[in-house]
């Protein structure tokens, strides 16, 4: 059944990406899926994390949301499809601009050992990934499960009042 689940999520993502490139066109720079379907875990009741970076978006997180709406409308069939199989997930995108993730974002903690990235002009999020990497190697950071989840130790030598960048 795993490998029934994996097809129909990448099927999934497939059109996903192409709906993503159809609706941002030129602005489009990254599409990246991250949690359980980044690392290949999803369950039937998964929904699909994505992160979403364009150019030139609108201000705010629900005006970005409801621009993405389009794409789901796009997919709306497919959707149906997964629900006909018994698997019901939904798309749960972040929507950035490259200004912001260049700033950074706790979630790319999340991503950096498990994204799969679709899509990225000019390896902009890889490059965005790799500094991350790189600083927490630095800092001896350390991702530690605990069964189905996990947390990081950021820098295991810290010492009470010491300020770190990652």
Request: proline letters at 4%.
């Amino acid at each position: 059944m795993c490998g029934v689940l994996k097809e129909a999520f990448d099927e999934l993502l497939d059109a996903t990406l192409d709906a993503i490139q159809r609706h941002y066109g030129d602005r489009l720079v990254t599409i990246a899926v991250y949690g359980s379907v980044g690392r290949g875990t999803m369950r039937f009741d998964s929904d699909v994390d994505l992160l979403v970076i364009v150019r030139d978006l609108p201000q705010g997180r629900r005006k970005r949301r409801e621009d993405f709406c389009a794409v789901e409308d796009a997919l709306s069939g497919i959707f149906r499809a997964l629900k006909s199989r018994g698997i019901n997930t939904a798309l749960t995108p972040v929507i950035k601009t490259p200004e912001e993730a260049e700033i950074g974002s706790p979630l790319f903690l999340d991503m950096v050992e498990d994204a799969r990235i679709l899509y990225d002009r000019d390896g902009f999020f890889a490059r965005r990934l790799d500094r991350l990497r790189k600083r927490l190697k630095e800092l001896g950071a350390r991702r530690i499960w605990r069964g189905n989840v996990w947390y990081w130790d950021l820098k295991p030598d810290y010492q009470p009042g010491e300020v770190f960048e990652l």
